[in-house]
């Protein structure tokens, strides 16, 4: 396993594992141990794209991206688990070998793709924010998928996507006090509750989230005993929107 970091720009992992048969720990039986060749691989990386762009942009694009396999190849055969698989590929022709060492695999591979919380940042110089401003805007959006197939799967493929587009303003209104100053008011204890009167000209939170999610799944039973098997499809789609709002009415009416 191999992690690095490329300065402030990116982070990369990379992985791999390769075992045989009979690979195992000293204290595990030989009846206990592999009976298959194992390869691994994995890689990803998180990098900040906005570093392509001018700093004073305040731009913020943080990008992730994955991938892996995994293959798993079986010393028996899978559909004769009393045979090596060696055996059973001696009695066919190499074509037919080709097409029954792909059956007889595990395989396994995934990849990502994310974009999150991509936004603008607020410039130090801008001090007040407004309704208006990109910057209370955020997106993000992210891809995955995973296809596997073994002995009995002849495929099966599931992909995910998720998007997202937020809207949060967070203001400092400004807090209404019309008697505080009024002298009069200020003489007798008995006027305290209207000289204390106060009020906020605008809410502190507005938010606005949209969450769309959408999946795709496909899977095809092998046929591993001439009988008929159809495809099967799932697909999903929701969109989520959640709305906000934070108005203290007063300085004790939250």
């Known amino acids: 396993r191999v992690n690095a970091n490329l300065a402030d720009f990116a982070t990369v992992s990379l992985s791999g594992n390769y075992s045989t048969p009979y690979w195992g720990s000293i204290e595990k039986k030989v009846s206990e141990r592999?009976?298959?060749?194992?390869?691994?691989?994995?890689?990803?990386?998180?990098?900040?794209?906005?570093?392509?762009?001018?700093?004073?942009?305040?731009?913020?694009?943080p990008v992730y991206l994955g991938y892996?396999?995994?293959?798993?190849k079986p010393q028996y055969d899978p559909l004769?688990?009393?045979?090596?698989?060696?055996?059973?590929?001696?009695?066919?022709?190499?074509?037919?070998?080709?097409?029954?060492?792909?059956?007889?695999?595990?395989?396994?591979?995934?990849?990502?793709?994310?974009?999150?919380?991509?936004?603008?940042e607020r410039g130090a110089k801008k001090k007040n924010s407004h309704?208006?401003?990109?910057?209370?805007?955020?997106?993000?959006?992210?891809?995955?998928?995973i296809y596997r197939r073994d002995i009995n799967i002849e495929y099966n493929m599931n992909k995910t996507y998720r998007g997202g587009?937020?809207?949060?303003?967070?203001?400092?209104?400004?807090?209404?006090?019309?008697?505080?100053?009024?002298?009069?008011?200020?003489?007798?204890?008995?006027?305290?509750?209207?000289?204390?009167?106060?009020?906020?000209?605008g809410p502190k939170t507005v938010s606005i989230r949209n969450d769309l999610n959408r999946t795709y799944t496909a899977n095809q039973i092998r046929n591993n005993f001439d009988g008929l098997v159809f495809p099967t499809y799932t697909k999903n789609f929701t969109w989520v929107r959640a709305y906000d709002m934070k108005y203290d009415l007063t300085k004790t009416l939250k």
């Open 131 to 145: 309704f208006w401003d990109v910057e209370n805007i955020s997106a993000t959006y992210a891809y995955s998928e």
């Open 80 to 120: 004769n688990p009393d045979l090596l698989i060696s055996s059973s590929l001696g009695s066919m022709t190499p074509e037919e070998q080709e097409i029954y060492k792909r059956k007889t695999l595990n395989y396994t591979r995934r990849r990502s793709l994310n974009f999150t919380n991509v936004h603008k």
């Open 34 to 61: 592999s009976r298959e060749t194992i390869i691994g691989f994995d890689g990803s990386t998180s990098v900040n794209a906005d570093k392509f762009l001018p700093a004073k942009w305040g731009i913020k694009i």
């Open 68 to 72: 892996s396999e995994n293959i798993i």
């Open 165 to 201: 587009l937020n809207y949060a303003f967070n203001a400092n209104p400004k807090l209404i006090e019309p008697f505080k100053s009024n002298k009069f008011l200020s003489k007798s204890k008995w006027f305290g509750l209207i000289k204390d009167v106060n009020f906020y000209l």
